[in-house]
């Protein structure tokens, strides 16, 4: 019996979902570069070994799988998807669709459905999340591609995809690079909420002077309230775990430097190429170059000391509900900047990427999964499009949220504690609720040196200032 569905690349992620695919009830026949991982892969699938065919050419692949055929790629993004799209071209047919699931860059896929012939296999670009656990047991999907081609593989990705309260967390998105300009986008989200979690941990270890353990609870604590997330549940995990060398906490023994393969930074640059500010995000992907400077930041740390600032902070309660309260400020912040460049990215390409929606596949299955996505899918029903900070619960909501931010970047810089994210989603709030803001003097700055003129207010046209006059 053929197979439904192809993979190719059995590295961690698509292991996981061949074995995901293959309990879900359908045959799935794969491939691997390497051929003793794909051999190795079948001898351990255990009990799915029924559902699965191995193949050692691409050839056998392709007659292995029942056409019109469905190709998933998971292996290493950039040159290794156009070598596997080359190698794979001579053996399939127009109506089979090649399915990029890795982290491609989102021009990549665009490029890639263009240099497609007529009588090419049609390409989707799929951003999946999740991790390893994701892929084995049910991702967040998020699919670029047309209508046509989504409802042919629409069922084994609602079967294999998280559920949020039994509704799937695999969506069309958009056309072609839709799909993984999204999952960028989640990935830049993602180091968001990541480095405010970090941030807040420093402010509680080093301006608290809390044990990671300490810690570890009140993040404990924190997942029980609005916080509640995959990433909060993680952190009090990983700050409770102790590491088996030394007996020492685990997160004490970890260099302080922190790896990027770049998706975050794509996030990053795609909204400065959309002109959408993300601060969140960008201070996001700094912070992690900084991180890496780790022999300069050693040096400064000697040059400077602690100029004088370190103290400890008043720990009370108070303070540590400010933290709670002030971290799920600049994380809606953050997502507010997120949905934002995801908007402008819609317009921009023509994309119509459904918010509500992309909110709601993000509800289980993906690494930023929380209750707080069920609400941000809500604030978007019916108002796509419009900054989330506009919406009416989020306005409520961080009329006294942006208050206890404000209180924690205020406290941390005064005792010399980094947040540069949180600083940044303040920054970012309170320019963005400034009717009147600063620009008319930059304005006026342009038109002194360079004649650019400007809009007076209230009147059409353009004008320009008295400044030679003033010199
Ligand atoms: P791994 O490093 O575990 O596996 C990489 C796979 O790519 C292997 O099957 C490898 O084959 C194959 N490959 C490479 Br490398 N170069 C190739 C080439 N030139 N031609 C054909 N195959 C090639 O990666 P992974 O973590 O499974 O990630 C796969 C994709 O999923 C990436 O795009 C990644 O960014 C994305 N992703 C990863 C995660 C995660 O949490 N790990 C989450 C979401 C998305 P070989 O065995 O012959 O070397």
Redesign the pocket.
Known sequence: QQADIGL???????ANLALNIAENGYRVAVF???VA?TREFYEEAGSLKGQIIPCETLEDLAKNIRAPRPIIL????G??VD??VAALKPFLAKEDIIID????NFHDTVRRLAELGPNDPTFVGMG?????EGARHGPSIMVGGTPESYARIEPVLTAISAKYHGESCSALLGPDGAGHFVKTIHNGIEYADMQMIAEVYGVLRDGLGLTPEAIGRIFEKWNNGPLNSYLIEITAKVLAATDKKTGEPAVDVILDSAGQ?GTGRWAAIEAQMLGIPATGIEAAVAARSISSLVKERSEASKAYGDLGTAKLLDGGQAFIDALEEGLLAGKIAAYAQGFDVMAGASKEHGWNIPLATTARIWRAGCIIRSQFLDQIAAAFEGREGKNLLLAPAFVERMKTGSQSLRKIVAEAALAGLPTPALAAALGYFDSFRQARGTANLIQAQRDFFGAHGFKRIGEEGDFHGPWSEAN
Not at 74 to 77: D, G, H, I, L, N
Not at 128 to 132: A, P
């Open positions: 190719i690349g059995l590295g961690v992620m698509g691997n570069r390497t991982k998971m292996v290493k993004a040159e290794a070598e596997q699931a890795g982290n491609a999946v999340s999740g991790g390893e393969k």
